[in-house]
């Protein structure tokens, strides 16, 4: 394996050596050249120092994509202390669990996080910093007091000049070292903070610079839109830029389509990062319609013609995203195989990469010259892949991964850690997959519980099942996935209803309610479409735990 350098390395030479340069855009809002961050980072290095905070502390950061949370998580890990980004779309319990089972001694909060949070249920908490414009929305410690109120001056004492490029002289990181700890789930039960170490971000940085890197221009405009707090969003549209010495535009808001389209016009970035919803939107709403039409359909079936036809839709497409972008990946959920295929029809430069919040995230990609359709990519330098299976190229087996960007374990949770980590290094993905002989991935279905909203985020059935196990008339259920629909399977207490006198429309009523309660209390990305009535005690193993692959449609 390549020599593992100092991760912080990299953020150094980005700024210094993009110093005068447009580096961090709010969308239609304000800018951070590279000399700005440097600034803002000292100045979060110099409040650490002043109130107490030691290599390896904790901090977390909730908030919507956007400068200054780039910022924080910045300077926390050229501190080095330890980040723990979390989800901006988890309700405040979930972000009160993640803040008190990872130690956090400050958290980054945005604008709409800040309002929903109750700082008394994190009594480990130090402070509370509010991101738009990092002032203190809550601080327990005199000190942490004194150095916001007189960081100017702090940093003029420190500085009495100039902060000049000189000055950039950050944390030195070793390859085991904890950087970063990623949460898979917010609820207390459930959770598994996934401990990330510097030679995991790393290894997928260095693949990105020597395999992405040098298709793009230096300097050039991208678009964040995935959540940084989710690893798929961080490393390759955060992370990777920001090293590669990009300008990166966050869009901090809702990303509909509409603004997303926009953004698209406005930016032009030189690479497009999606998850599938966004580009099956695209393809359906605005190719499908025009391809369906029987003129069209006549043109597609004639060879020489066809060839022009392809190329003007390819060609819509293209702009549609931009018309600027070296290719567009597409990563954190499967690609509907219908518009994939399309897609690779009119020779468009998509490609898809799979990984895991375990390997922060890749662990297989192909450039679009090399992608197969159906297929997630080759393995990512730094890493193995293997399937358990007698025949890989044609009956599925587990996919089992080795490498640089492979996590330390779950934090607090050495059980867990034991049950996917191997003592020599391999990580049990959990998930089924066959390799074709020339080293390309195809994953063939999943062994673990967790499902994948159609944004690519992680859902877990085990902890809405809890919460809904205990709504109104509600004996036991299970989650399932339906296409891009999550819906509850629910044994009703049959007993109760008919001590109750309540027909079969009184418990689909009854239901309807616990749906609306149920969704109130989770994050959008899972909320259930329905919850179906189950007629019959679910099938159980000897354990008595329900044998989930009977009800998965």
């Known amino acids: 394996m390549k020599t593992v350098e100092s991760f912080n390395l990299y953020i150094e030479r980005s700024v210094i050596d993009n110093w005068n340069l447009d580096a961090l855009t709010d969308y239609q809002g304000a800018t951070l050249q590279y000399h700005d961050v440097a600034r803002k980072i000292e100045k979060i290095h110099i409040v650490f120092d002043n109130c107490g ?28 202390a330890v980040a723990v980004p979390i989800l901006h779309e988890f309700n405040a319990e979930q972000i009160h669990n993640i803040v008190n089972h990872s130690d956090a001694k400050l958290l980054f909060v945005g604008d709409v996080v800040a309002t929903q949070i109750t700082p008394e249920e994190m009594p480990g908490l130090e402070g509370i910093v509010y991101l738009p414009d990092l002032s203190l929305m809550l601080s327990r410690s005199e000190t942490l007091t004194y150095a916001r109120e007189h960081l100017n001056e702090l940093f003029c004492t420190r500085y009495p000049k100039e902060f000049l490029k000189e000055h950039v002289n950050w944390h030195k990181d070793s390859p085991d070292e904890l950087a970063l700890i990623n949460y898979t789930s917010g609820t207390t039960g459930f959770s598994k903070g996934v401990m990330l170490p510097y030679r995991a971000l790393w290894g997928n940085l260095d693949f990105c610079l020597n395999k992405l890197g040098v298709h793009l221009k230096k300097n050039c405009d991208t678009l964040s839109i995935l959540p940084m707090a989710h690893m798929y969003g961080m490393a390759i549209e955060f992370i990777f830029p920001f090293c590669f010495g990009s300008h990166l535009f966050f869009l901090n808001r809702l990303p509909s389509p509409a603004i997303i389209a926009q953004a698209f016009a406005d930016i032009k970035p030189a690479v497009v990062i999606a998850v599938p919803l966004i580009i099956e939107k ?36 293209y702009q549609a995203m931009g018309g600027n972008a070296y290719e567009i990946i597409v990563g954190g959920a499967a690609l509907n195989q219908e518009v994939e295929q399309f897609l690779y029809n009119i020779h468009f430069p998509i490609t898809v990469g799979y990984g895991t919040t375990e390997c922060a995230p890749l662990i297989t990609f192909s450039d679009y010259k090399d992608f197969v359709p159906g297929s997630c990519g080759t393995p990512v330098d730094h890493m193995e892949v293997k399937i358990l299976s007698k025949d890989p190229e044609n009956i599925p087996g587990e996919i089992i991964t080795r490498g640089a960007n492979v996590m330390l374990g779950y934090y607090k949770n050495e059980e867990a850690t034991r049950e996917v980590l191997e003592e020599d290094g391999w990580y049990h993905t ?124």
């Open 53 to 80: 905070i030691k290599k390896g502390d904790k901090i977390a950061m909730c908030g919507r994509n956007s400068a200054h949370w780039a910022v924080s998580f910045l300077a926390t890990l050229t501190y080095g």
């Open 282 to 317: 695209i393809i359906r709403k605005r190719v499908f319609p025009q391809t369906q039409s029987n003129v069209i359909k006549l043109l597609l079936q004639m060879p020489v013609v066809s060839k022009k036809v392809k190329a003007r839709i390819c060609n819509e497409v």
């Open 430 to 553: 959990g998930d089924l997959g066959t390799m074709s002989a020339d080293g390309h991935v195809f994953i063939r279905g999943r062994l673990k519980n967790m499902l994948l909203s159609a944004n690519g985020q992680n859902v877990y059935p085990e902890e809405i099942e809890d919460k809904l196990n205990s709504m109104t008339m509600v004996s036991e259920c299970i989650v399932i996935q339906k296409d891009d629909k999550f819906i509850g399977l629910v044994y009703p207490d049959y007993d109760e209803a008919k001590n109750m006198g309540f027909t079969t429309e009184d418990l689909e009523n009854i239901m309807e309610q616990n749906l609306v309660e149920l969704n109130r209390q989770l994050p959008a990305y899972s909320h259930l479409s329905a919850i179906r009535l189950h007629k019959e005690e679910f099938a159980k193993t000897a354990k008595k735990s329900i044998k989930r692959y009977l009800y998965q449609e």
